[in-house]
């Protein structure tokens, strides 16, 4: 069974980094052409794609936020850890990790956590 | 403001038919990128609904499906259920954003 759950911190005040953790289980983060994804939603609008990290270690990241964002992986803990600095009320989302594969050349986001809510305010 | 564009809401009785559209770009859909179809409810988990070529990842019914043509996309949703009353989004991805993954503004499926 595959699952993936984000845990960190609810609340965080403006100027300070947050630190997002997805911890998975079902799957291994050393698999070719394993990756896992964070978007988030902040409240009523829209996803929004952030950060990106492949089985080797190759990482992408939305361009509109590259500069503030860091994705790394622990494959032994089954953990991907994200970290934004200098956060913004405008940063206040739910913030969800998901896993994506490739089978036979198709690529699958297939699988999401329930997603964490953080609020940026002082 | 969103790199695809999608109609706010859609609204259709049980047991019809609704579409849903995503625009694109020559950077993303028009560049032949693949187009993904979730559903949403917010605070819970996105569920992928099509993949690829009009594929469906197991347990996701044949009422959905999904198709292309130019820079457009769209999801189709036959024999409408309650339950189907949600948030759909499509995702993408663009060339022109180093291979970004972009998403529709998302669109409330409301079942009369």
């Known amino acids: 069974q595959i699952t993936l759950k984000e845990s960190g911190p609810s609340l965080v005040k403006p100027t300070q980094t947050l630190t997002l953790t997805c911890t998975f289980s079902?799957?291994?983060?050393?698999?070719?052409?394993?990756?896992v994804a964070w978007i988030r939603q902040p409240p009523g609008k829209a996803l929004e794609w952030l950060a990106l990290?492949?089985?080797?270690?190759?990482?992408r990241y939305s361009p509109s936020l590259r500069s503030r964002l860091t994705i790394t992986k622990d494959t032994s803990k089954n953990q991907v850890v994200l970290t934004m600095t200098n956060v913004d009320p405008a940063d206040t989302a739910t913030y969800y990790c998901?896993?994506?594969?490739?089978?036979?050349?198709?690529?699958?986001?297939?699988?999401w956590g329930q997603g964490t809510l953080v609020t940026v305010s002082s | 403001q969103s790199v695809l564009t999608q109609p706010p809401s859609v609204s259709g009785a049980p047991g019809q038919r609704v579409t849903i559209s995503c625009t694109g770009s020559?950077?993303?859909?028009?560049?032949?990128?693949?187009v993904h179809w979730y559903q949403h409810l917010p605070g819970t988990a996105p569920k992928l609904l099509i993949y690829?070529?009009?594929k469906r990842p197991s347990g996701v019914p044949d009422r959905f499906s999904g198709s292309k043509s130019g820079t457009s996309a769209s999801l189709v949703i036959t024999g409408l259920q309650a339950d189907d009353e949600a948030d759909y989004y499509c995702?993408?991805?663009?060339?022109?954003?180093?291979?970004?993954?972009?998403f529709g503004g998302g669109t409330k499926l409301t079942v009369l």
């Open positions: 998901g896993r994506r594969i490739t089978v036979f050349g198709d690529v699958i986001p297939d699988y």
């Open positions: 079902g799957f291994s983060l050393k698999t070719t052409g394993v990756a």
């Open positions: 990290i492949f089985w080797d270690d190759d990482k």
């Open positions: 020559s950077s993303n859909i028009g560049a032949g990128k693949v």
């Open positions: 690829g070529k009009d």
């Open positions: 995702q993408s991805y663009d060339g022109s954003l180093s291979g970004s993954w972009v």
